[in-house]
Nanobody, 125 residues
């Protein structure tokens, strides 16, 4: 069974940091692009960042550039999202997703077909 499991969410004060993890089981992420998405209450889901496993080329939505960093760990078959300088508007459920793709690049607009269950991130004082 192809599965993605997110972890690392929680409650943090504005300006704080969190690191989200997305661990794959049942398949290797080699040959996939992996994206992080978020959905805040009453809002549509938006793409936050993505990474090509093959090339490590990354992409970020403007709202998180310079604050969030996506990375991967081959040995752990895991993708991370390091989130720094968090703002209340970053509050959302964060999901990771995967799509088998042979190209060098990634885009959050592609139709990812393997999704995790989500992890809640709340930024509040």
């Amino acid at each position: 069974q192809l599965q993605l499991v997110e972890s690392g969410g929680g409650l943090v004060q504005p300006g704080g940091s969190l690191r989200l993890s997305c661990a794959a089981s049942g398949f290797t992420l080699d040959g996939y692009v992996i994206g992080w998405f978020r959905q805040a209450p009453g809002k549509e889901r938006e793409g936050v960042s993505c990474i090509s496993w093959r090339t490590s080329i990354t992409n970020y939505v403007d709202a998180v550039k310079g604050r969030f960093t996506i990375s991967r760990d081959n040995a752990k078959n895991t993708v991370y999202l390091q989130m720094n300088s968090l703002k209340p508007e970053d509050t959302a459920v964060y999901y990771c997703a995967a799509l088998r793709a042979a190209g060098a690049f990634c885009s959050s607009s592609w139709k990812y077909n393997i999704w995790g269950q989500g992890t809640q991130v709340t930024v509040s004082s």
